[in-house]
């Protein structure tokens, strides 16, 4: 009958196989099973799809290779070959700017990566790179497809080459929906942020069975690979959040706030905030007392767009912030002394944090702005046998090795070796100003006069009074607020409540700036 009414009306045989397009369409969107759906849901996450929706523009998602499946055989494969693959690739918009993405698909062999899945990923990088816009991958797989063998170690190969070359020329985001173990791990160890989800997101090389069977400790997932672990303790995720509609929404303004790739500066944004504002609550903020606390975050506030900003790395590392804002419409990265944490010295962890995140920043042009209030590097046996030199060189080399704008501000204290790495002018920072507050030296007047005039304090009647006297002496000599300005190593000594309008300024006038380092293959920065 169906042949008789093709030969009849020609066009029923298209009409046939357009409604069967559609219908295979409707299963591959739909998934494997409402089941697998429902066990998805009672654990409390999102399915692959409707985490694409919260992350791109309503109706902007261009889906690629959606009727991809698996070849392989044995051990029950050929039996079973879903649309998709476990892996969904494409395109859309972010406030209307290209962005790719791919998401696992828990429910369709637990998202784990086999041959045709890897190479579906393997293309959408590889599309991102020569479209030139920003990749986010929403990761919630169980790791290889142990059935598929060494096929699937050789995908996440492919993944870690793409990761590598896109880096530093596109912007690479992963989300930790799910779990992530082994090898899978190092693809997002190799983007620039790693957001994760509390309770349902971990991520770890190898689990705890392995962990128990080898060294004998018992450790829950989450205790040794989860969200607060990884954001707080190693410093592998950069943002943690407690549900995933949160996490993607931060994910949507981080994207705002950058370039769509290495060769565009980052999209500007209507400013209503007044860029000659005041400031007058710094002058009451930050103490002159370089020994009391304050909240460096307070200061940030004050002097970008509207209060805003997002911090990365906000909870490892503490004694150092590094943020993106806005200053008059235009984004900035900021790298800031915290002083209400380990008074603000530069230790290990807080050299590698803000070493990373400053030449994250040149990457993808966008200025930086340093305030310093930093009495040195943290002293200490711990710190010299765990390198401190080599980790305080990376911030070192990191700051040398930038072209983009660099402003830094002196507030308070800038001491020793934490000044000279902290983006001073003697190694290129272009613009330097100081508060009427700042104490530019190689150490504390204390600790210099305890050195330069030993003897005097020795011998004298009274060595207290005397030392006494040295300090003072020392401070007025030495450290007075305009030393550094009187020797042009400061440029200008500020009103604090200027600081937004100063700032504004000079960014604006180095939004043209350029600077060739030496042609090179790369540098070889300390490890």
């Given at each position: 009958m169906t042949d008789v009414l093709t030969a009849a009306d020609p066009s029923a045989a298209t009409r046939l196989r357009v409604a069967e397009l559609h219908e295979i369409r409707a299963a591959a969107v739909a998934g494997p099973s409402e089941k697998a759906t429902e066990a998805q849901r009672a654990k409390g996450k999102l399915t692959a799809r409707e985490r694409i929706e919260l992350l791109l523009d309503p109706g902007s998602f261009q889906e690629v290779e959606q009727l991809r499946r698996h070849r392989a055989v044995g051990f029950g494969l050929e039996a079973k070959k879903p649309y998709t693959d476990g892996v969904i690739t494409g395109w859309?918009?972010?406030?209307?700017?290209?962005?790719?993405?791919y998401a696992h698909d828990f429910r369709i062999f637990g998202g784990a990566l086999g041959e045709a899945h890897a190479t579906k990923i393997h293309k959408i990088m590889d599309m991102a790179i020569a479209a030139g816009a920003p990749l986010v991958?929403?990761?919630?797989?169980?790791?290889?497809r142990i059935q598929e063998g060494v096929s699937a170690l050789a995908g996440y190969g492919g993944i870690f080459q793409r990761n590598t070359r896109a880096s530093g020329v596109i912007p690479q985001i992963s989300v930790m929906l799910g779990p992530c173990a082994g090898g899978a791990a190092y693809s997002p160890a190799l983007t620039d942020f790693v957001f994760m989800v509390r309770e349902t997101s971990q991520m770890f090389i190898t689990g705890p069975d392995v962990v128990k069977a080898v060294t004998g400790e018992e450790i829950t997932q989450n205790g040794l690979g989860g969200a607060d672990v990884h954001a707080e303790t190693s410093g592998v995720c950069h943002f943690a959040y407690d549900d995933e509609e949160t996490c993607i929404a931060e994910v949507r303004y981080l994207l705002s706030l950058l370039p769509q790739n290495n060769r565009e500066n980052p999209p500007d944004a209507p400013c209503d905030d007044p860029v000659d504002r005041r400031g007058e609550v710094l002058l009451d903020l930050v103490p002159a007392d370089g020994n009391r606390s304050y909240d460096m975050r307070r200061v940030i506030e004050e002097i970008v767009d509207d209060g805003e900003y997002l911090e990365v790395h906000e909870r490892w590392a503490r004694n150092i912030v590094c943020a993106l804002a806005r200053?008059?419409?235009?984004?900035v990265?900021?790298?800031?002394?915290?002083?209400?944490?380990?008074a603000g010295v530069l230790d290990i962890s807080a050299s590698e944090k803000a070493s990373r995140f400053v030449q994250w920043c040149d990457a993808f042009n966008i200025p930086l702005v340093t305030l310093l209030d930093v009495p040195g590097f943290l002293p200490g046996v711990g710190q010299e046998h765990g390198g401190i030199i080599r980790h305080g060189a990376k911030l070192l080399y990191a700051y040398c090795n930038a072209t983009v704008p660099r402003i830094s501000l002196i507030l308070r204290k800038a001491y020793g070796g934490a000044y000279i790495v902290m983006d001073s002018q003697s190694i290129g920072a272009d613009l330097t100003y100081a508060w009427p507050t700042n104490e530019i030296a190689v150490m504390g007047a204390e600790g210099a006069a305890n050195v330069i005039f030993r003897r005097q304090i020795a011998e004298a009647d009274d060595p207290e009074t005397m030392r006494a006297r040295m300090v003072k002496e020392y401070r007025a000599e030495l450290m007075h607020p305009?030393?550094?300005?009187?020797?042009?190593?400061?440029d200008d000594v500020i009103d604090p409540a200027d600081t937004r309008a100063v700032l504004a300024c000079a960014l604006a006038m180095l939004r043209t700036k350029h600077a060739d380092l030496p042609l090179r293959k790369h540098g070889n920065p300390p490890q």
């Open positions: 859309g918009t972010v406030e209307g700017r290209t962005v790719f993405v991958s929403l990761n919630d797989g169980a790791g290889a200053i008059d419409g235009r984004s990265g900021i790298v800031a002394s915290q002083p209400a944490a380990l305009y030393y550094a300005a009187e020797r042009g190593l400061v």
